[in-house]
């Protein structure tokens, strides 16, 4: 009797992964470019980082349900050096923007900003005084697109 592995919240479903799998790039040794097959499916590697993002666990801590957390961080520290996980999300921001009517790409952005206190073992050259909220520390930038 053959067990069957249970399906965490953050599995994808049938009708998620029809949208996905074609939205993934083609591996190199399916385009002629020699290399070999994976050993996992990507669905189940997709799977498994999807689950580690969903629980904020260490890779470590994956559980055994899943392919060795090595193997699932070599797949995702590949496709992240290889820009594919930026490809990826592209890919899917602009089926999704195209299915709700807009532009593919998002043509606004917004900048917001914080300070955070800084303790001493901070460099004094990366940081400074906000006078508004009396706070020495760092000022950090935070960029988000904005879905326009």
């Not at 399916?30 to 997709?46: D, F, N, T």
């Amino acid at each position: 009797m053959s067990e069957k592995r249970r399906a965490p919240q953050s599995d994808m479903t049938d009708a998620e992964w029809t949208v996905v799998r074609p939205l993934l790039p083609v591996p190199g040794w399916l385009r002629g470019r020699g290399g070999q097959p994976e050993a996992y499916c990507h669905r189940v590697m997709l799977d498994a980082v999807r689950y580690l993002v969903d629980n904020g666990i260490k890779w470590r801590a994956m559980p055994v349900d899943f392919p060795p957390w090595d193997r699932v961080y070599a797949f995702f520290r590949r496709w992240r050096e290889n820009g594919l996980v930026k490809e990826f999300h592209d890919r899917l921001r602009g089926q999704v923007r195209t299915q709700l009517g807009r532009d593919t790409e998002p043509t606004a952005g917004v900048i917001d900003s914080q300070s955070v206190k800084a303790d001493a073992v901070v460099a004094k050259d990366s940081r400074g005084f906000d006078g508004g909220k009396l706070i020495n520390g760092r000022y950090l930038e935070l960029a988000r697109l904005a879905a326009r």
